[in-house]
């Protein structure tokens, strides 16, 4: 939002509500549309990669087996 607030020319300290800087900037789109359409863009470029990057092995990435239910046991420092 506040990207859209500066190129409005209004600060924080002018304190108009988000409503009317969107309606100032004539924002058809919401923040979380624009974060969701760059996560997607990410993912199709970590997919289009090759197998040995990185980003793509952390990507297809999961834990071995499974973990034990229930609280975990409390460690203190050696002392059983």
């Known amino acids: 939002m506040d990207v859209w607030r500066r190129s409005a020319r209004s600060s924080r300290k002018d304190k108009i509500r988000n409503t009317v800087i969107k309606q100032k900037v004539n924002l058809v789109r919401s923040l979380l549309d624009d974060i969701k359409t760059n ?41 059983d």
């Not at 297809?60 to 203190?76: A, E, I, T, V």
Request: proline share 10%; hydrophobic share 30%; net charge positive.
């Open 39 to 79: 996560q997607l863009e990410w993912y199709g470029d970590v997919q289009r990669m090759e197998e040995w990057r990185l980003p793509k092995e952390v990507m297809k990435w999961s834990p071995p087996g499974r973990r034990k239910l229930g609280r975990p046991k409390l460690n203190l420092g050696g002392r």
